[in-house]
């Protein structure tokens, strides 16, 4: 199933004005539940931080956990960095006309040789990297480019029916993904590889985050891959599952689970 020609689909439509952009990004964080995991993580990171930070969204996209890292931290400089030089160039344009172009900016970097040694806070990645094939390259650049104490956090899908794919003989669910999804003994393994020590793993995506995602995220984007028309029904589709998914993240995010289709890591230097 194809995931990067339906996001570029929406991003062209949002992008029409500012606000409906923003608008864009808050709905995402509402429906997309990984956001919601991160969100719970970095609050409790923060109480212990300075108030200026500096910040690495490794693969940025669309610029939607570029815009919710800088409405979190509203002292500290976020550097995005990408593959794709025209979602660069476009999210350039949007955080200038927003007026946070004087500390958030995109720049092309290909994680598996971008480094700035002991430059950041914090690194985040999201939903990246099971799009890339040397990993632990990913991993030792990211340990070389952390400062001391710093945090690295990950969401990615696990071994456990992350990309929906639950037997030997299936296949993922996103076309773009180059592995299926992690255990947490192998990417700790990986982290450990690459220098850090205090790794941390836990699922997310439990019974009720599984649900949620079928519902907002699965059948949707079956359905705009089959037709362009289903974009007239999406808007009464979400008016009538969306107070459901969020309760269904709501209790995601505060259950401990036992296995899950998503992690969330944390490693620190």
């Excluded at 519902?215 to 359905?223: D, Y």
Aim: aromatic residues 14%; hydrophobic residues 40%; contains cysteine.
């Amino acid at each position: 199933m194809k995931y990067d020609p339906i996001k570029s689909q929406l991003g062209v439509f949002f992008n029409r004005h500012p606000w409906m952009r923003i608008a864009f990004y808050k709905m995402l964080d509402l429906l997309l539940l990984r956001t919601w995991h991160i969100r719970k993580e970095l609050k409790r990171w923060r109480r212990n931080q300075q108030e200026e930070l500096v910040i690495l969204d490794a693969g940025s996209g669309f610029g939607q956990y570029s815009h919710f890292l800088a409405r979190m931290f509203r002292k500290s400089t976020i550097e995005a960095v990408d593959i794709k030089t025209e979602q660069i160039k476009d999210c350039n344009r949007f955080f200038d006309d927003i007026g946070l172009s004087d500390r958030v900016f995109f720049e092309f970097g290909d994680l598996t040789t971008y480094k700035r040694e002991n430059s950041y806070d914090l690194i985040l990645s999201v939903d990246v990297m099971e799009h890339i094939e040397e990993d632990t390259q990913v991993f030792k650049r990211f340990y070389e480019s952390l400062k001391q104490g710093g945090m690295l956090l990950i969401s990615t899908p696990s071994d456990q029916g992350g990309s929906d794919v639950h037997e030997d003989d299936d296949h993922s669910f996103i076309d773009e993904h180059v592995r299926d999804g992690y255990s947490i003994e192998d990417i700790e393994q990986k982290l450990g590889i690459a220098g850090f020590t205090n790794i941390y793993s836990r699922y997310s995506y439990g019974n009720p985050g599984k649900l949620s995602w079928r519902l907002t995220m699965k059948k949707p984007i079956q359905w705009l891959n089959s037709s362009k028309l289903f974009y007239l029904i999406l808007p009464l589709y979400y008016l009538l599952v969306f107070p459901f998914c969020l309760l269904c993240n709501f209790w995601d995010v505060r259950k401990n689970h036992a296995s899950g289709t998503g992690l969330i890591v944390k490693a620190f230097k």
